[in-house]
């Protein structure tokens, strides 16, 4: 593949826990072989417990690989450089509760590098993007949940990153939710930036998806092109779940 | 890491750390009143001893409550993963905000220390020993420093709030204990003991010696040297302590 | 090993630095096993680094021992007379606790010399001052003074007191205690002058005495001053 953004190499992580003389051990993902191409939209499907944030995490560093390696912009993790260019939107968005949506983006983008000259005009570009000039002044613990979503997304932009990783980006999102987020997620693609998301909700994610990948119990197993579900509406539905019926257990119900 | 320091140090004072200088307003003022009363001609002594011990001590549990929570709160509250997805390295996240809440402690000093001057020119001081005051105020400050240091280490290796308190008050009881454990080492006929002991009295916190207002009616010709071989111990050690912070903190995961 | 090599070199500069100034500082407080300990009160502020104020606080345990009536005391006594048994102890607790008062060990050993009549006592307390602080000559002179009066050399002790009173450092009753020997050696205008300069002093809790001794040495000399 041309331009590759993301490679993973044989990927592995093994989780261990301790207490006292005995030990247990759960493997998070293995032998993951992944590449993702630039300006590609790839989505990371899984059931829960599959690996999906656990992947996530070792892309952006805050796990680190048991076995295998991770590239990113072609440089050999963890590379300062390329983390600079890339955008996390947690599932969840936690932000320090005493500061003010403003000072939140400022400090972000202060971390990533932004100039202070660049600060201000940066954040009231991307507060008027997520439509949230008016609560700029307003603290943390006094924003609703879309905000904070809102605003999650506006602290992953501050820094125009070229890679855009989201974890769960389109759960508990209303209709009109899903609309702008798939609207947003297109114009950001457009612009040149690669995403990479994972998400459960597959009529979406055929929606947005140039490509996706299945992760069963930590392994994966199947990666598909828009080609391959795009001849008829759920058809992705379809091969998922043949898929994690094929190679693993389900524990949905 | 400037960003991380002056973020820390704003979170701080919208937390309302600046509740502490009320409770030390308080306490001078109560202070003030029954010392008037009780202490006959030493009085002005009692206000400036209670005032440097309240300071100290009303500091020693911000900067250590701070930093102990410091970490925790946000590797609990995951605010810690979008810091650490950034180009910001870990030693410089640490060092920021260990530097911002020490900042903030710094700044209630110097509020506290301008309220207990007030009151001490009040009550007719006229900075006789003045050169002690203001060096006490900077040793207990170095006692913090360095106490907070060892919070930081034992909140990162716990990551337990209450076995961080825990330790980090018993090696600040050990430090003030540092002088008796040397007077224990001389009284130990077993070599191999005496050995050990002597590894672990070099190894805990000296504070006795960073405890000027105790050390000055004896050494008062010698204050320079005794500051600056002070400081650069409390530097070494909480240097120390920081580099094994780092450490654990390298390799923690989330 | 990157990570480890700073680490180990800072240990053994914290070590080395630990050394210096162990061997630098000839630490003079007396060691635990020769602190006077009320119950836990005085360790825990060993414990927290607050040996200081645990002085002061022993300091006015003094004076609210001392400046109390004691159960069998009548009315007219004297006043600093009476039994006071554990004032030598007391006074002890506080100068172990923090050498530096030396306000306390004279006041401790003044009041045991000349108002309880217990010289030996203070001379204790005295020599255990002097061997701390050999060079804080005051306890030297207060030290005289007690001797002399033991021997009966009544001018030299009143000679040594009287240098002593110039200080400002000196306690107020040292000077009430010099008034009393000249009161009763017949020497009133020079006990009616201390009196005065105690009254005209900072310390409140001799104001009422002061004030009642004046008067009456103002009587005895037909003055109105």
């Given at each position: 593949m041309k331009d590759p953004i993301i490679q993973t190499f044989e990927l592995s992580k093994v989780y261990k826990k301790s207490h006292l003389w005995k030990s247990k051990t759960t493997v998070g993902l293995s032998q993951v072989n992944l590449t993702i191409g630039k300006q590609e939209i790839f989505g990371l499907l899984g059931q829960n417990g599959a690996g999906k944030t656990t992947a996530l995490k070792l892309i952006l560093g805050l796990l680190f690989p048991t076995q295998g390696s991770i590239h990113l912009f072609d440089r050999k993790m963890p590379d300062r450089a390329s983390i600079q260019k890339t955008g996390f939107v947690p599932e969840v968005p936690y932000f320090p509760k005493y500061l003010t949506v403003k000072e939140v983006l400022y400090f972000y983008g202060a971390l990533s590098g932004v100039s202070n000259s660049d600060l201000k005009s940066r954040s009231s570009e991307i507060l008027q993007l997520m439509k949230m000039e008016e609560h700029q002044n307003k603290r943390v613990r006094e924003c609703s949940k879309g905000m904070l979503q809102r605003l999650s997304l506006a602290q992953s932009l501050i820094h125009n990153p070229s890679l855009l990783v989201l974890d769960e980006p389109i759960t508990g999102l209303d209709p009109?939710?899903?609309?702008?987020?798939?609207?947003?997620?297109?114009?950001?693609?457009?612009?040149?930036?690669?995403?990479?998301?994972?998400?459960?909700?597959?009529?979406?994610?055929?929606?947005?998806?140039?490509?996706?990948?299945?992760?069963?119990?930590?392994?994966?197993?199947?990666?598909?092109?828009?080609?391959?579900?795009?001849?008829?509406?759920?058809?992705?539905?379809?091969?998922?779940?043949?898929?994690v019926r094929q190679y693993g257990v389900t524990d949905s119900l | 890491m400037i960003a991380i320091a002056k973020y820390t140090f704003l979170s701080h004072f919208r937390n309302r750390i600046f509740l502490v200088l009320i409770l030390f307003g308080f306490i001078l003022l109560a202070a003030s009143l029954l010392l008037g009363l009780l202490s006959q001609e030493q009085e002005l002594r009692m206000l400036i001893d209670l005032g440097l011990v309240a300071i100290e001590k009303l500091t020693l549990l911000t900067s250590v409550f701070l930093m102990v929570n410091l970490l925790l709160e946000e590797m609990e509250s995951k605010t810690i993963y979008l810091v650490l997805t950034r180009a910001v390295s870990r030693g410089e996240y640490l060092l920021g905000r260990f530097l911002g809440t020490l900042l903030s402690t710094f700044v209630c000093v110097?509020?506290?220390?301008?309220?207990?001057?007030?009151?001490?020119?009040?009550?007719?001081?006229?900075?006789?020993?003045?050169?002690?005051?203001?060096?006490?105020?900077?040793?207990?400050f170095e006692k913090v420093f360095l106490i907070s240091s060892l919070a930081l280490f034992f909140s990162i290796f716990s990551s337990s709030n209450i076995v961080a308190l825990t330790f980090t008050f018993f090696f600040w009881v050990l430090g003030h204990f540092a002088l008796e454990l040397k007077f224990l080492i001389q009284s130990v006929q077993n070599e191999f003991l005496k050995f050990f002991i002597n590894i672990f009295y070099h190894l805990i916190p000296h504070f006795q010696y960073l405890n000027a207002r105790d050390l000055w009616t004896l050494f008062s010709d010698r204050w320079l040297s005794l500051t600056i071989q002070g400081t650069l111990y409390t530097l070494s050690y909480s240097a120390l302590a920081f580099g094994l912070a780092l450490f654990v903190f390298k390799k923690k995961e989330f | 090993m990157r990570c480890i090599s700073p680490l180990l070199f800072l240990t053994f500069l914290v070590v080395f630095l630990?050394?210096?100034?162990?061997?630098?500082?000839?630490?003079?407080?007396?060691?635990?096993?020769?602190?006077?300990?009320?119950?836990?009160?005085?360790?825990?502020?060993?414990?927290?680094?607050?040996?200081?104020?645990?002085?002061?606080?022993?300091?006015?345990?003094?004076?609210?021992?001392?400046?109390?009536?004691?159960?069998?005391?009548?009315?007219?006594?004297?006043f600093g007379s009476g039994n006071y048994p554990s004032l030598k102890k007391l006074t002890l607790r506080t100068v172990r606790l923090d050498p530096s008062l030396h306000y306390a060990t004279l006041y401790g050993a003044g009041a045991l010399a000349f108002n309880l009549n217990r010289p030996e006592e203070a001379i204790e307390i005295l020599q255990e001052g002097i061997s701390r602080h050999p060079q804080y000559w005051k306890f030297q002179l207060y030290l005289g003074a007690i001797l002399y009066k033991q021997k009966g050399k009544f001018d030299s002790m009143i000679h040594l007191l009287e240098d002593a009173i110039k200080y400002p450092d000196c306690p107020t009753l040292i000077k009430s205690i010099l008034a009393n020997i000249y009161k009763e050696n017949g020497n009133t205008l020079r006990s009616l002058q201390i009196w005065i300069e105690v009254y005209e002093g900072k310390d409140e809790s001799y104001r009422e005495k002061s004030s009642q001794q004046i008067e009456e040495l103002k009587k005895k000399l037909k003055i109105n001053i």
């Amino acid at each position: 593949m041309k331009d590759p953004i993301i490679q993973t190499f044989e990927l592995s992580k093994v989780y261990k826990k301790s207490h006292l003389w005995k030990s247990k051990t759960t493997v998070g993902l293995s032998q993951v072989n992944l590449t993702i191409g630039k300006q590609e939209i790839f989505g990371l499907l899984g059931q829960n417990g599959a690996g999906k944030t656990t992947a996530l995490k070792l892309i952006l560093g805050l796990l680190f690989p048991t076995q295998g390696s991770i590239h990113l912009f072609d440089r050999k993790m963890p590379d300062r450089a390329s983390i600079q260019k890339t955008g996390f939107v947690p599932e969840v968005p936690y932000f320090p509760k005493y500061l003010t949506v403003k000072e939140v983006l400022y400090f972000y983008g202060a971390l990533s590098g932004v100039s202070n000259s660049d600060l201000k005009s940066r954040s009231s570009e991307i507060l008027q993007l997520m439509k949230m000039e008016e609560h700029q002044n307003k603290r943390v613990r006094e924003c609703s949940k879309g905000m904070l979503q809102r605003l999650s997304l506006a602290q992953s932009l501050i820094h125009n990153p070229s890679l855009l990783v989201l974890d769960e980006p389109i759960t508990g999102l209303d209709p009109l939710g899903l609309n702008e987020m798939r609207d947003l997620i297109a114009r950001l693609n457009a612009q040149g930036k690669t995403i990479l998301f994972s998400s459960h909700i597959l009529a979406e994610v055929e929606r947005i998806a140039h490509r996706v990948g299945i992760l069963v119990d930590g392994k994966l197993v199947k990666v598909l092109e828009a080609k391959d579900w795009s001849s008829k509406s759920g058809a992705l539905e379809e091969i998922y779940i043949d898929t994690v019926r094929q190679y693993g257990v389900t524990d949905s119900l | 890491m400037i960003a991380i320091a002056k973020y820390t140090f704003l979170s701080h004072f919208r937390n309302r750390i600046f509740l502490v200088l009320i409770l030390f307003g308080f306490i001078l003022l109560a202070a003030s009143l029954l010392l008037g009363l009780l202490s006959q001609e030493q009085e002005l002594r009692m206000l400036i001893d209670l005032g440097l011990v309240a300071i100290e001590k009303l500091t020693l549990l911000t900067s250590v409550f701070l930093m102990v929570n410091l970490l925790l709160e946000e590797m609990e509250s995951k605010t810690i993963y979008l810091v650490l997805t950034r180009a910001v390295s870990r030693g410089e996240y640490l060092l920021g905000r260990f530097l911002g809440t020490l900042l903030s402690t710094f700044v209630c000093v110097l509020i506290m220390v301008s309220a207990h001057l007030i009151l001490l020119v009040l009550k007719g001081w006229q900075f006789e020993e003045g050169l002690l005051y203001f060096l006490s105020i900077f040793t207990s400050f170095e006692k913090v420093f360095l106490i907070s240091s060892l919070a930081l280490f034992f909140s990162i290796f716990s990551s337990s709030n209450i076995v961080a308190l825990t330790f980090t008050f018993f090696f600040w009881v050990l430090g003030h204990f540092a002088l008796e454990l040397k007077f224990l080492i001389q009284s130990v006929q077993n070599e191999f003991l005496k050995f050990f002991i002597n590894i672990f009295y070099h190894l805990i916190p000296h504070f006795q010696y960073l405890n000027a207002r105790d050390l000055w009616t004896l050494f008062s010709d010698r204050w320079l040297s005794l500051t600056i071989q002070g400081t650069l111990y409390t530097l070494s050690y909480s240097a120390l302590a920081f580099g094994l912070a780092l450490f654990v903190f390298k390799k923690k995961e989330f | 090993m990157r990570c480890i090599s700073p680490l180990l070199f800072l240990t053994f500069l914290v070590v080395f630095l630990s050394n210096q100034i162990t061997n630098n500082l000839k630490y003079s407080f007396p060691p635990l096993t020769e602190l006077i300990l009320d119950s836990g009160k005085d360790l825990s502020t060993l414990l927290f680094g607050m040996r200081r104020l645990g002085a002061d606080m022993a300091w006015i345990s003094v004076l609210q021992y001392y400046g109390a009536a004691e159960a069998e005391e009548k009315e007219g006594t004297e006043f600093g007379s009476g039994n006071y048994p554990s004032l030598k102890k007391l006074t002890l607790r506080t100068v172990r606790l923090d050498p530096s008062l030396h306000y306390a060990t004279l006041y401790g050993a003044g009041a045991l010399a000349f108002n309880l009549n217990r010289p030996e006592e203070a001379i204790e307390i005295l020599q255990e001052g002097i061997s701390r602080h050999p060079q804080y000559w005051k306890f030297q002179l207060y030290l005289g003074a007690i001797l002399y009066k033991q021997k009966g050399k009544f001018d030299s002790m009143i000679h040594l007191l009287e240098d002593a009173i110039k200080y400002p450092d000196c306690p107020t009753l040292i000077k009430s205690i010099l008034a009393n020997i000249y009161k009763e050696n017949g020497n009133t205008l020079r006990s009616l002058q201390i009196w005065i300069e105690v009254y005209e002093g900072k310390d409140e809790s001799y104001r009422e005495k002061s004030s009642q001794q004046i008067e009456e040495l103002k009587k005895k000399l037909k003055i109105n001053i």
